[in-house]
């Protein structure tokens, strides 16, 4: 609430004060004015009396006048403003000035009020404040909570009122502010003081008596006259004015007259002397103002100057509110006013210059005697006179109280009950102009009233208005009667005690009365100015509130504004304090006060709205508020303000529709640029609110923008920003880059190894400095968001950098790139390069743009004339959420982000790698040669190169011992020539057959041929180049071999190239470029190959090793490729064991070709290879075509060699698994036989024999024909098993169900029945026909030799049954059977692969085909004693053809 | 029929607040967040024991120059406004219950939508064409 500095009580009693007039003879006011002021106004500061003063009333008690003060002031007769109940406009003008001229003191202390969940900072201070409201907000809070001075005072409000008070003019119908007495004031210097004096009392007597003059209106006819003579001590004889003193004793009674002296301090008495100056407090505010005025206007005004001395002399002693002068200064007058209010602020009126000052020809002495004067003059003239009247006018009533009494009745009997309301309209209609003669005798019983209510004798001044208000209203006289009520109502209050309650009602009828019946607005609102006080003092403020609201009108914006204010206050003071009521009346004090062109107050009010409003989601009225804010703060030239309030519209999600956006957005910019074209450009670029950048959406990329490609040459892809960031990408190429750095440094990844990354986002790990080159740029893209819903157009952006010199080199600055103009309409980045040119510590701190709206038009050019501001915004990135320990959980704490804080390190080398002829789609297996071209790019040498992929199998770049001059290092004379090496077949060689059989060591493609396979990881492969460094601007072409992946579909390789620079220590120890490649492979030929013994005896080729290899082949491409066919060029085969022999096939097609969807079986037979080397692989190569490919070199070997190595790979699960079974079984104890057996029948069984078919495939391609080569590879393991070159799918192995009981595991495998029929491979030997006289002999005995062979390397028991099988259906079905002789049994032990001989002899009775295979052979192995025989697999049916001759 | 409907959340902030398009929205924003002070004002009058008996229905909250405010809060301390034309007389108290009614009963269900998260705006089609019926159609 407004608290005001003085009581209620004190406001009422001071705003009806006895009013004293001034005449003054023309020496006496020079005398006066040597200080500056007049007589009236000499005496104001005097005017309160400290003593109590005393007079009896009518019934002769002693009354007690308390703090009494009375009004001096001289005499005017122009006449005052008529009453008419408006203020004029003169008198608007002043209170105006009056209240803006009162404005919060800066720095005062503030107040806050809590009302339910809102803090409210009512305070002087508030605008001050309001400027950084959420961030200030929080420190005045505190400093609040420790203050203990709770008072929310509207100074304005006050100085209003005073003003308004002052400015009442005198009205008929009540007798307050009629003067009482007249003090005639006379020089002593006067040649004749007594003529003087006569002068004046007939002057007074004209003025009050003469009827001309309406205005000085007078309370009393005979006026009190106070003849007061002045001497002036510094010039005057004292001794004679003491005698006329004298003389006007004798004339005047020695009550009425009074000397004073004054102005006793000479000019020459030091000025140093400090005197207080009461004047400068009591002289009212308007009038300072225009002493002001004279001060501050420059010399050549001095006529104007003398204008407004003579208007100061005339007018200065009547209310400043009627000066009419039009004093016009334009230009001058604002700063005047500004003067003004800072000197009003220094609440001491020293500022002046020193020949303005007042009362300065007066001593404290003279003070004294002022205020001595005063005392006499009220207690011996004044109250005297009072109380001589109010007796006077006491016996008149109490004569006349009969006599009225008596009317009245007459009168109520004249025209009865039922007329009066009838009289009482007829009346209402002339009410206002009913006038009573101010003599009158309705009207004693009211000055009576009004003379006890001057001399504070309440109690009999509330029974005369009460009384005066029946007279009045019965004589339906309502502005008396509205007068009296007021009065009536405010002594009642003033009485105090418990003695009669505050009659409330009165008021509200007066009120009512003034502003409806009288239509007088200004006594309507000076009685509401009362009855709000006093109700707010016995806390009603509800009631006050609906007043004050009630008396806002259109009429005067000021009043409503202040009415309103004061409402406010009272809705925050309830005892439920009604903030939100109090806010709307805020906001529309505020419209009314900017309505009154009190911007001040308007942005005040404002502001102290916008605490109950601001961020509880009242978005609408919010952005009203802070819109108005700003406006206000704009023409109040606080333009930080308003861009600050401006911003708040911007950033928030604002609900507003496009347009109206779109007019904020404008109206900022032009605040904004108003606020900071001014100020020089030195200053900081202030921060933009728009767009809004998330910041943590900020990607940095350190490198140059790669060129991706460049006629045929593709360039790696490395990584760029239009990638999306991919986690399990991310964690991919880290694990590459391990790899190869554990390549790098033996096999071992340093300690200090940090995964390099090019582009650094949100998902990056940030916490490291990132390392950037020198010389090579550094692109930041931001993110902006447009949070509105109209265009941003940003231009010239820009970088804002910090950078700290580390090492040392001669300084040179940056270079900054900047974007072009950028329309941002909803969410858009912007990319921003940076060139470093010395090595350093980098921070990138923000950005710089120019910020501007598109033109509403709608062209999207952007003209010159749009508003376009300069500013800057931070960027600050915030790092993940800490969330290690528990204080990091239960607190919320961010690690660091160093995205934007790269250092700069010297030079490095940096590589640029193109790919040629590099193919998208491969068919499955196809081989195709590429090349590729290292580029070091830097002016420093590279070496180390290496590369790692995913994908090992897939590429090769051939091995280096082997490097073959052959093939053509440059991609021109690559026409259709084959990948391959190959060698023309001799002429006279058979196709299928063996032609070249070569032995080659893994060594050399393992270590040499392309790969450190051995020493870390199985991906890395070291680049051959040539001196193993790269020189600056050096470009090296390699050669390359693709293979298509075995699998079909779109297969995602990745390389990465891992280089470093020639010099070690640097901070980056090594770098990499990153290439991904998609290859898309299609299905080219399945390959199935199975391996069986064959039964041809073993002395036909070599020792024991032979077998059979069927090698089905199928196309199995869908014709999409335009593959026409395929060919098997040649099967070779490599084993450490085995070789293909040769080709057994009913070779017709020489050429065995495959057209879509055709199958092909190729037979061969394979031996045991005569090579002791374990190590070594023999490779065989059975061309079925008329040129050998060489496969034991470049592409072929090498492909094969990272085949085997990726199947191990797929292997080591079922190696760990046997090994644990094996250790298992060696712990379980000395009987593990059985894991011997599994082990000798299975390696019985085993084959280690890779097949690799090369084909060709004959593909139309636009009209041409191609060839297209690659080979597949199958592996055979073991004997009778098929093998396929596709992979197997693993799907049964992913789709394991999940136990969470550990595997009971497997039981003691015993070797199956099927492995164990295995041991013994028999073979029969005999004739294939024979040609027996069974008529000479009926028995035809025919040699047979069963030759049985352990396969095994374990001694084998064996026993063979000759016997036939007399259950067997078949031996029945054979027509007259032949029989063994001889033995039927036979028991045999073989040794480790001994191969023995059986001689059998068969008898046949009849000429026929029979089936030798009867024997059955069983075998055991000779030291399991414990195992039945098992039955060794039949061979095949040996037939034998016995003729009859 | 209302010119002004607004749900207002327990924290004071508005969840959903909707006027007749012709007239300034601004003021009926202010005017719906002034009438909180009355609503307070209403349910601490009741006390806290009583709390659980208080009828939801407010009443008039005040009346300004131009239109009434009436008001209802839910057990939830949800408070629903409704502002209604001075002029419109023949809305009798039982007219404005049952709009409160149908506030109530179509807030409910937009609380039970499983993807509503309670404290958000509401912008339900369902929720907001029952508003739509109640208010006033501008022509």
């Known amino acids: ?1445 | 029929m209302a010119v002004c409907i607004a749900v207002i959340a327990k924290e004071n902030y508005p969840l959903y607040i909707r006027s007749v398009p012709i007239q300034n929205e601004l003021k009926f924003h202010y005017t719906v967040h002034t009438s909180l002070d009355v609503v307070e004002e209403k349910i601490s009058a009741v006390g806290k024991a009583m709390a659980d008996q208080r009828e939801l229905y407010l009443g008039l909250l005040y009346p300004t120059e131009d239109y009434k405010v009436y008001g209802c809060v839910t057990n939830s301390k949800v408070k629903f406004v409704i502002v209604a034309d001075s002029s419109n007389t023949s809305l009798r108290d039982n007219e404005i219950r049952s709009m409160f009614r149908k506030l109530h009963n179509s807030f409910t269900d937009v609380m039970c939508n499983p993807f509503y998260n309670p404290g958000d705006t509401i912008q339900s089609k369902a929720f907001d064409s029952m508003v739509s019926a109640m208010m006033v159609q501008a022509s």
């Open chain 1, 1 to 1445: 609430m407004a608290q005001c500095v003085q009581s209620v009580q004190e406001l009422i009693q001071d705003s009806f004060v006895p009013k004293v007039a001034v005449l003054c003879s023309e020496d006496a006011q020079k005398i006066t004015r040597k200080n500056n002021l007049n007589f009236s106004e000499l005496l104001r500061p005097f005017c309160r009396l400290t003593s109590e003063g005393h007079m009896r009333d009518s019934n002769n008690q002693v009354q007690v006048v308390k703090n009494l003060r009375i009004s001096v002031n001289n005499v005017v007769t122009r006449p005052s403003v008529p009453t008419s109940g408006v203020h004029s406009p003169a008198q608007r003008r002043l209170l105006s000035e009056v209240v803006s001229a009162s404005q919060p003191a800066e720095g005062g202390v503030a107040n806050v009020i809590t009302a339910g969940d809102y803090d409210l900072n009512i305070s002087d201070r508030s605008v001050k404040a309001s400027v950084p409201w959420y961030s200030d907000w929080r420190d005045t809070l505190t400093e609040l909570s420790t203050s203990k001075h709770y008072t929310a005072t509207t100074p304005w409000f006050e100085a209003y009122r005073e003003s308004f008070l002052q400015s009442m003019p005198a009205s008929d119908h009540e007798f307050l502010n009629h003067y009482l007495a007249c003090l005639l004031v006379v020089s002593s210097s006067e040649a004749v003081p007594v003529e003087q004096f006569l002068k004046l009392s007939q002057e007074q007597h004209m003025i009050q008596h003469n009827g001309e003059y309406t205005n000085p209106k007078w309370f009393i006819p005979n006026t009190l006259k106070y003849y007061v003579l002045l001497h002036d001590m510094s010039q005057g004889d004292e001794q004679r004015a003491d005698s006329v003193y004298e003389d006007m004793k004798q004339r005047y009674g020695s009550q009425g007259c009074y000397l004073l002296k004054i102005n006793s301090r000479t000019a020459a008495a030091g000025t140093d002397e400090q005197i207080p100056d009461p004047w400068s407090q009591y002289l009212n505010k308007s009038s300072l103002q225009s002493q002001v005025r004279r001060d501050f206007v420059p010399l050549p005004h001095t006529n104007l100057l003398q204008i407004l001395q003579v208007s100061g002399l005339s007018l200065d002693n009547t209310h400043p509110l009627q000066l009419e002068t039009a004093i016009d200064m334009p230009g001058s007058l604002d700063c005047l006013r500004a003067v003004a209010t800072e000197t009003k602020t220094t609440t001491v009126y020293t500022g002046v210059a020193a020949g303005t000052s007042h009362g300065a020809c007066l001593t404290l002495n003279d003070h004294n005697r002022l205020r001595l004067f005063i005392q006499e003059f009220t207690f011996r003239g004044l109250l005297p006179h009072i109380e001589k009247n109010i007796r006077q006018l006491n016996d008149q009533l109490v004569s006349r109280k009969g006599l009225s009494r008596s009317l009245f009745s007459v009168t109520k009997k004249l025209f009865g009950g039922g007329k009066v309301p009838e009289k009482s309209i007829a009346e209402l209609k002339n009410t206002s102009g009913l006038l009573y003669h101010p003599e009158a005798p309705e009207l004693q019983i009211r000055k009576m009233a009004d003379l006890c209510f001057l001399v504070q004798h309440y109690e009999l001044a509330y029974s005369c208005y009460h009384t005066a208000k029946k007279d009045f209203l019965s004589d339906q006289a309502m502005l008396y009667a509205a007068g009296a009520l007021e009065m009536a109502a405010v002594s009642a209050f003033l009485q105090g005690g418990a003695q009669r309650p505050y009659p409330a009602h009165y008021m509200d009828t007066a009120i009512q009365t003034y502003r409806d019946v009288c239509k007088n607005k200004v006594l309507a609102e000076r009685c509401a100015l009362f009855s709000a006080e006093v109700l707010k003092s016995q806390a009603k403020y509800s009631d006050a509130a609906t007043l004050l609201i009630k008396m806002t009108s259109e009429d005067s914006d000021l009043c409503s504004a202040l009415l309103l204010e004061q409402a406010a206050h009272c809705f925050i003071n309830m005892r439920n304090p009604m903030v939100r009521k109090f806010a709307f009346h805020m906001i529309l004090a505020g419209h009314r006060f900017s309505k009154a062109g009190q911007k001040r107050h308007a942005l005040r009010c404002y502001c102290q709205a916008m605490q109950v409003y601001k961020g509880k989601g009242w978005s609408l009225a919010e952005d009203h508020i802070n819109f108005t804010i700003g406006r206000q703060s704009f023409t109040l030239r606080q333009p930080e303000n308003a861009v600050l309030a401006f911003r708040h519209i911007l950033t928030n999600d604002s609900q507003q529709t496009a347009t109206q956006q779109g007019a904020f957005l404008r109206e900022y910019l032009y605040v904004y640029r108003g606020a900071f074209l001014r100020e020089s450009h030195t200053v900081a670029l202030p921060q933009l609110p728009l767009p809004c950048i998330n910041s943590s959406a900020t990607r940095v990329y350190f490198g140059h923008e790669r060129r991706l490609a460049e006629g045929e040459k593709q360039a790696a892809t490395h990584v760029s920003l239009d990638q999306e960031f991919d986690q399990d990408l991310a964690a991919v190429w880290q694990d590459l880059e391990e790899q190869v750095v554990a390549a790098a440094n033996r096999g071992v990844v340093p300690s200090t190894f940090y995964p390099t990354q090019c582009c650094l986002n949100s998902q990056t790990d940030n916490l490291h400095f990132p390392l950037a080159v020198v010389e090579e740029p550094i692109i930041v893209e931001v993110a902006f968001r447009n949070p509105l819903k109209v265009p941003l157009v940003l231009s010239d952006l820009s970088l804002l950098w910090k950078f700290t010199l580390k090492d040392f080199s001669r300084p040179q600055p940056q270079d900054v790139m900047v974007g072009d103009a950028v329309t941002i309409t909803n969410e858009k980045e912007a990319r921003l390069k940076l060139l470093p040119r010395q090595t350093g510590q980098l921070t990138i701190l923000g950005l710089v743009y120019n910020l501007a709206s598109t033109p509403s038009t709608g062209d999207s050019t952007i003209n010159s004339n749009s508003p376009s501001v300069r500013g800057r915004q931070d960027l600050e990135i915030q790092g993940p959420r800490l969330n290690q320990t528990k204080e990091e959980k239960t607190s919320v704490s961010h690690g660091p982000d160093r995205r934007l804080d790269p250092t700069i390190t010297p030079p490095m080398p940096l590589l640029e790698v193109f790919f040629l002829q590099f193919p998208t789609a491969l068919l499955c297996g196809e081989i195709r040669k590429a090349y590729v071209e290292f580029c070091n790019v830097s002016h420093v040498p590279l070496c180390g190169l290496r590369v790692a992929s995913t994908h090992p199998d897939f590429f090769t770049f051939g091995s280096s011992s082997l490097a073959t001059p052959l093939t053509p290092l440059s991609p021109t004379s690559f026409e259709n020539c084959s990948a391959y090496k190959t060698l023309a077949t001799p002429p006279g060689a058979t196709p299928g057959s063996v032609t070249a059989v070569t032995l080659v060591s893994a060594a050399d493609f393992g270590s040499g041929g392309g790969g450190v396979f051995g020493t870390g990881g199985k991906r890395v492969a070291e680049i051959p180049l040539g001196e193993g460094t790269l020189t600056p601007g050096e470009s090296t072409q390699l050669p390359l071999w693709l293979r298509g992946p075995d699998q079909e579909g779109v297969h995602e390789i990745n390389f990465l190239f891992y280089y470093e620079g020639a010099e070690k220590g640097g901070k980056i120890s090594h770098r990499v470029l990153r290439h991904t490649v998609f290859i898309c492979a299609s299905r080219s030929l399945s390959v199935r190959a199975t391996a069986c013994r064959s039964n041809t005896l073993p002395e036909e080729e070599g020792r024991n090793g032979s077998m059979l290899v069927f090698v089905d082949v199928e196309n199995i491409n869908t014709s999409e490729a335009g593959v026409r066919e395929f060919h098997i060029a040649q099967v070779s085969s490599s084993s450490k064991q085995w070789r293909l022999h040769k080709c057994i096939n009913p070779a017709e097609n020489k050429d065995c070709k495959l057209t879509t969807r055709e199958r092909g079986k190729l037979c061969f037979r394979a031996t045991r290879s005569t090579s002791k080397s374990l190590e070594k692989y023999t490779f065989a190569d059975l061309s079925l075509g008329n040129e050998q490919i060489i496969s034991s070199t470049t592409p072929c070997a090498d492909f094969f060699f990272r085949r085997c190595q990726s199947s191990e790979s797929w292997r080591p699960l079922i190696a760990v698994e046997t090994q644990g079974r094996h250790s298992r079984s060696q712990g379980a104890g000395p009987g593990g036989g059985a894991e011997d057996i599994t082990g000798v029948v299975r390696k019985c069984n085993e084959v280690d024999l890779d097949i690799i078919v090369l084909w060709k495939a004959f593909v139309v391609e636009d009209n041409k024909q191609v060839i297209l080569e690659g080979q597949l590879h199958v592996a055979l393991q073991t004997i009778g098993k098929e093998a396929c070159s596709l992979r197997q799918k693993e799907e049964a192995q992913e789709m394991v169900l999940l136990k969470f009981k550990p595997e009971l595991p497997p039981p003691m495998t015993r070797p199956s029945m099927e492995q164990l029929s295995h041991l013994i491979k028999t073979n029969l030997h005999y004739p294939e026909s024979y040609s027996h006289s069974f008529v000479q002999k009926s028995l035809c005995m025919i040699p047979v030799i069963l030759t049985l062979s352990n396969c095994s390397l374990a001694q084998v028991d064996a026993i063979i049954d000759l016997r036939h099988k007399t259950t067997s259906p078949e031996s029945l079905e054979v027509h007259g059977s032949f029989t063994w002789l001889g033995k039927t049994q036979y028991k045999l032990q073989l040794r480790a692969q001994e191969v023995m001989r059986l001689p059998l002899r068969a008898g046949f009775l009849h000429a026929g085909v029979y089936n030798l295979g009867t024997p059955r052979v069983f075998a055991k192995l000779a030291d399991q004693g414990a195992m039945c025989e098992t039955s060794q697999q039949t061979a095949t049916p040996a037939l034998i053809i016995i003729n009859s001759t």
